[in-house]
C-alpha cells in the first residue's frame, strides 16, 4: 500500500493515560500517534520521541537476527528498523498499553509490540515471491499474550544447546521455521515461497526443506532424551 | 518425506517446534516480541551503544530540518541511556523508508553529478535546496528529479505536450473502445477505455472513490440507533482503515468521495474490506470483506459492497470505483506564482495543467501537474518532457489536497478536437 494520507479517524481509542511527571509514557504518545488527524504537530513529535526511546534497543536487536535471513529477505537490518517503526506509526491503533503499569514495562511492552511488527515484517518479506505490498502477516498484529512469561523449562537451555550441534542448514531451515511459527503458523507449515526460497538457497527441492526440518527436530528429541528419560518429550 | 502422522516424533513436532522458537528467541535469534523476552534482551545489554548507522541516522536527520523549520521541540523526555542527543533532535519526525530512500538515491545522482560537473555547481545547489529532506515524497518506481524554478533570464522554446491517447487495441470496455465486450460498452465509472489485459490494470494503482450507503430497512434502523448517521470505514490489504460519513448531505457535500488509499491489485487480492461504524462508540454495526481481482469489469462498471450485520442482516450497498491516480508534475514551489511562470513554458494540445496545493512545506507546497490518468498515459507524458529537454516525474498526488485550480481556459478548438477524438 502506498503510504496515502489515510489518517485514522479517532477510533479504537487507546485508554487516556496522564502523563506522569512531565513524562509522557510510550502508551500516551502511541495515543497521540492515533489521533494524528486530530493535532498533527502532536502526532510527530510523538513519532519523533518513540523513535529516540526506541531505536537503539530495535537496531540492537534486529543486528543480532541471523544476516542470511535478513539477506534472504533482501533488507538489511536499518532497512527493517525503519520499516518497523514506520508500521508502527501506520498501527500504532493496535497497540494495547495493557493496564496501569508503569513507564519502565510500558516500554519493554512497546518493544515487545515493536519487536512482533518487525518479525512479521520480516515473515511477510520472506513470504513475498516478488516485490508486492501486501503484509498478511503484519495485517493480523495484535498484543495478544504479549505478557506471557518465557517457559522457564530446563529444556530450554538443552535445545539452544542441541540446535549449536546442528549444521548450519538446519539450523537455518529451524530459524526459519520458528519464524512463522510465531507469527501465526502454529502448524509449521511454510509458506510455499518460503519453502521454496530455502530450497533454492541450499541447492534444494522444497521437499527436502520439509526431510531437513523433521531430521533436525529428530535430531533435537534425541539430544533432549539423552539428557534423561522426561526431556524427550515435549509439551 | 517423513511426512506420515504415525510418526510418534512427528505427532509431537508442533510441541517441539514451539520449544525451538522458544530456544531460538532465548539465545537471541529471534526478535523479542513478549515483555519477558525484551527484558531478557535489555539485561542483556542488547542495545546498540555505538554510532547509528547513516541510514538511521538519516532516517531522524531528515526531521531536522523540518524540526527547525517548526521551531517545535519535544516536550517529553526521553530515558536516560536510551537515545543520544543527537538522536532526540533527528528523530523529531520520521519519513517513510520508500521516502528516505528516494532522498538516498537522490542525493547519490547529485554525488555523481557534482563529481562530474564543476559547471553545474549552481544548478546542484539549487536541486538541493527543492528536494529538501523531510518532505513528503509521493512518487513512483519512476519519479525523477524535478526541475528548479528555470533560469528567467535565458529564453527557452516552448516545450509542446499533447494529450496521450491511452486506448490499447485489446481494450475490453468504454466508448472508446473499438470492440467492448457485451454490456461493457459504457461504463458507469466514467471510464472511456478499459484493457483487457490484467498485467496491464494490475500496473497501476488507483484510488478509491466510494459512494453513499443505500441503506436497506435494516441499515436505516441500524442508522437511528446509531445517532442518525454512520461511518463508513473501508481499507484494500494492510492498508489503515480510511472513514467518511455513509450518508452525505447534497447541498454540503459531494456525493463521491475519494478516500486517502492508493490500492495495487495485490492489494485488492488480499481484501476489499467495508466496515459501516457508529460514530460514537465506533463500534462496527456492519462488514463486508472479499479478495477482489482486478478486471475490465471492475474497472468499467465498479464494485457493489454489500455489507451485513453480525446477524447476517443486509444493511445497504455501496458503490465503489477505482480511479485513475497518476499525474505528471512538471514543478513544485512555495509561491503559486512561479508555477505560473514556469507553465508558461510549455504549450498543452487536449491537456489541462493544475496547480494543487499539497501537504508538504516549503518549496514542495505547491505543485504544477497534469492529470489524474493513468499510469501509462504518465509515464508516455512523462516521456514527451524528458525528451524535449524538460524534467517531470509521475507522482500518484498522495499529499495533494482540496481541489486544485486549473491554470488555463482551455483553448476550444484543441478541446473540440479532443471531443472529436
Not at chain 2, 541511556?81 to 523508508?97: M, T
Amino acid at each position: 500500500m502506498n503510504a496515502a494520507p489515510a489518517l485514522p479517524l479517532p477510533m479504537r481509542d487507546s485508554p487516556s493515560l496522564m502523563p506522569r511527571q512531565g513524562r509522557l509514557s510510550d502508551a500516551e504518545l502511541l495515543a497521540r500517534v492515533v489521533r494524528a488527524e486530530l493535532d498533527p504537530g502532536a502526532a510527530h513529535r510523538a513519532q519523533g520521541e518513540l523513535y529516540a526511546r526506541h531505536v537503539r534497543y530495535l537496531y540492537g536487536v534486529v543486528l543480532r537476527q541471523s544476516q542470511q535471513l535478513l539477506r534472504a529477505a533482501g533488507m538489511s537490518a536499518e532497512d527493517l528498523v525503519q520499516e518497523t517503526f514506520q508500521r508502527a506509526f501506520e498501527r500504532a491503533h493496535t497497540f494495547d498499553p495493557g493496564g496501569d503499569f508503569s513507564d519502565e514495562r510500558l516500554g519493554r511492552r512497546t518493544r515487545a509490540w515493536l519487536g512482533r511488527i518487525a518479525e512479521r515484517l520480516l515473515a511477510d518479506a520472506l513470504a513475498r515471491s516478488r516485490e508486492v505490498p501486501a503484509t498478511p502477516y503484519l495485517e493480523r498484529l495484535t498484543c495478544e499474550s504479549i505478557d506471557e512469561p518465557v517457559p522457564a523449562s530446563p529444556q530450554l537451555a538443552l535445545v539452544i544447546a542441541g540446535l549449536r550441534q546442528l549444521s548450519e542448514r538446519e539450523q537455518d531451515v529451524l530459524r526459519v521455521t520458528a519464524l512463522y511459527h510465531r507469527v501465526g503458523e502454529p502448524h509449521q507449515r511454510l509458506p510455499n515461497a518460503v519453502s521454496e526460497q530455502l530450497a533454492a538457497r541450499w541447492d534444494t527441492t522444497s521437499e527436502n526443506v520439509r526431510a531437513i526440518r523433521s531430521r533436525a527436530l529428530k535430531k533435537l528429541r534425541a539430544i533432549l532424551t539423552a539428557q534423561g528419560p522426561n526431556l524427550g518429550e515435549a509439551t | 518425506m517423513t511426512g506420515s502422522t504415525k510418526d510418534p516424533d512427528l505427532r509431537q513436532e508442533p510441541a517441539l517446534g514451539a520449544l525451538v522458537a522458544d530456544a531460538l528467541a532465548e539465545d537471541g535469534q529471534l526478535i523479542p516480541t513478549t515483555e519477558s523476552e525484551v527484558a531478557r534482551a535489555e539485561a542483556a545489554g542488547v542495545a546498540f551503544e555505538g554510532a547509528l548507522p547513516e541510514g538511521l541516522r538519516e532516517f531522524g536527520a531528515a526531521s531536522r530540518a523540518s524540526a527547525d523549520v517548526e521551531g517545535r521541540a519535544s516536550s517529553a523526555q526521553a530515558p536516560s541511556g536510551e537515545s543520544s542527543p543527537d538522536d532526540e533532535v533527528a528523530s523529531r519526525r520520521v519519513v517513510p523508508l520508500e521516502q528516505t530512500r528516494a532522498a538516498h538515491r537522490g542525493r547519490l545522482w547529485l554525488s555523481h553529478l557534482a563529481a562530474g560537473v564543476v559547471g553545474a555547481a549552481a544548478a546542484t545547489t539549487l536541486w538541493l535546496w527543492r528536494t529538501e529532506p523531510g518532505v513528503p515524497s509521493t512518487g513512483t518506481a519512476a519519479q525523477e528529479p524535478v526541475d528548479g524554478a528555470g533560469d528567467a533570464t535565458r529564453p527557452e522554446p516552448k516545450i509542446s505536450l499533447a494529450r496521450v491517447a491511452d486506448c490499447p487495441k485489446d481494450c475490453c470496455a468504454g466508448r472508446q473502445c473499438a470492440s467492448p465486450r457485451e454490456t461493457l460498452e459504457v461504463c458507469s465509472s466514467g471510464r472511456a477505455c478499459v484493457a483487457c489485459s490484467f498485467e496491464t490494470l494490475a500496473a497501476s494503482r488507483y484510488r478509491i472513490r466510494v459512494g453513499p450507503l443505500a441503506a436497506t430497512p435494516a441499515g436505516d434502523r441500524a442508522r437511528e440507533r446509531a445517532g442518525g448517521s454512520l461511518d463508513m470505514c473501508i481499507r484494500v490489504g494492510s492498508s489503515d482503515f480510511a472513514c467518511v460519513p455513509s450518508h452525505r448531505n447534497r447541498d454540503r457535500h459531494e456525493q463521491w468521495a475519494d478516500l486517502g488509499l492508493v490500492a495495487t491489485a495485490e492489494d485488492l487480492l488480499a481484501g476489499f474490506e467495508l466496515e459501516l461504524v457508529s460514530p460514537g462508540d465506533r463500534t462496527v454495526l456492519g462488514k463486508w470483506r472479499q479478495p477482489v481481482r482486478i478486471n475490465s469489469k471492475l474497472l468499467c462498471k465498479g464494485l457493489a459492497l454489500k455489507p451485513v450485520s453480525e446477524a447476517g442482516e443486509a444493511l445497504g450497498r455501496v458503490s465503489v470505483f477505482l480511479v485513475d491516480t497518476y499525474y505528471v508534475e512538471l514543478m513544485r514551489s512555495d509561491r503559486v506564482p512561479a508555477l505560473l511562470e514556469h507553465e508558461k513554458r510549455f504549450e498543452f494540445s487536449g491537456l489541462s495543467p493544475a496547480i494543487f496545493e499539497t501537504t508538504g512545506r516549503g518549496t514542495a507546497r505547491f505543485a504544477l501537474g497534469l492529470g489524474p490518468m493513468s499510469q501509462a498515459a504518465a509515464e508516455s507524458l512523462r516521456w514527451q518532457v524528458l525528451s524535449k529537454g524538460g524534467e517531470a516525474r509521475v507522482v500518484i498526488g498522495a499529499d495533494y489536497v482540496g481541489e486544485p485550480r486549473h491554470v488555463n481556459q482551455p483553448n476550444p478548438a484543441v478541446e473540440r478536437k479532443a471531443i472529436d477524438e
